[in-house]
């Protein structure tokens, strides 16, 4: 009796060191591999792709560029010509490259603000939860640096707060929804473009971005200086703009690409030399467009 439960207990011992052998070889009865760990497998789970390139509906939240500011006529806003929802020809803008002209007229909404800072960002996106919208565009932070003065700008840790409230407004109604966000122009570049118009720079002392075009020809240390720390929080905004969407798999940022394009005239109002003409809003709604139905992010 002894001997026979020595003989199973040597047996069941036996089954086990081949069974710990199958696993360090990293084999199932399946054939397939088992050794990989539950980081890996929630790496790999992270991976599938989760975007959609043809969403059905897009809503805009932002400032004065979507709503197509001084595109049309001076001091106005002219939507019909914003680069995410307009319905303009000359500007073929997102809506109706995603969409087609006839369904975007129904299918896209536009929330955006003239004057609008980050700050303003949750409350338009709560409105724009209200249309189910599939996309939401978002185009904001230039009026955050383009204030009555350099101590004036929004601070990046609060830009940053108010970024992560407009997306969790967003994802607690609608956490299957995408979002494009879109960087905050190079600032610096408009000012060295629009000041070689006298026009423009007359327009510019009714109040437009005096932090950054304020004494547009003062080409002073001080003025340079100013000009500079504008410029720099700029980049730490786009830098937020990148992390906090970053966090977010059903958010896309454009990886840059409006910070980057070189606007010149062409694509500058001609009423202010600073907002973005029907041509410089077909080249955003181009920009928007490659970002969203690429296949992979825009690093």
């Known amino acids: 009796m002894r001997k026979q439960r020595r003989r199973r207990s040597r047996a069941l011992a036996g089954a086990v060191a081949v069974t710990a ?5 990293g084999c199932d009865v399946l054939g397939g591999s088992s050794g990989s760990t539950g980081s890996e497998r929630t790496r790999a789970a992270r991976t599938v792709q989760v975007w959609d390139r ?3 509906s897009i809503a805009a939240v932002g400032d004065s560029i979507t709503r197509g500011f001084d595109a049309c006529t001076v001091l ?3 939507p019909e010509v914003s680069w995410a929802t307009g319905t303009s020809d000359q500007v073929d803008s997102l809506a109706v490259r995603l969409l087609g002209r006839a369904k975007a007229a129904d299918h896209s909404w536009n929330y955006a603000v003239t004057g609008a800072r980050m700050a303003d960002l949750p409350g338009q996106m709560a409105d724009a939860v209200v249309r189910k919208p599939q996309l939401v565009t978002v185009m904001a932070g230039a009026n955050d640096a383009c204030r009555t003065s350099v101590r004036a700008m929004t601070s990046v840790a609060d830009f ?3 970024f992560e409230d407009a997306l969790g407004t ?3 109604s609608l956490p299957k929804t995408q979002v494009y966000v879109a960087s905050v122009p190079n600032l610096k570049r408009l000012w060295s473009e629009g000041r070689t118009n006298p026009l423009g720079k007359q ?3 009714l109040g437009i971005c005096p932090s950054m075009l304020g004494d547009a020809d003062d080409l002073t240390s001080v003025a340079t200086l100013r000009r500079d720390r504008v410029q720099q929080r700029v980049e730490e905004y786009n830098k937020v703009l990148k992390e906090v969407c970053a966090k977010d798999r059903r958010c896309r940022f454009d990886g840059g690409a ?3 394009y070189r606007f010149g005239t ?4 001609h009423w202010d030399w600073f907002h973005p003409s029907t041509d410089g809003q077909s080249k955003l709604a181009a920009i928007a467009y490659r970002a969203i139905t690429a296949k992979d992010p825009v690093d």
Not at 21 to 25: E, N, S, T, Y
Not at 266 to 269: C, E
């Open 21 to 25: 052998a199958l696993g360090v070889g």
């Open 54 to 56: 043809s969403p059905a």
């Open 76 to 78: 106005s806003d002219c």
């Open 160 to 162: 940053r707060a108010q």
């Open 170 to 172: 967003l994802r607690k």
């Open 203 to 205: 327009v510019w002392k």
């Open 258 to 260: 409006v910070y980057a």
């Open 266 to 269: 062409d694509q500058l109002s």
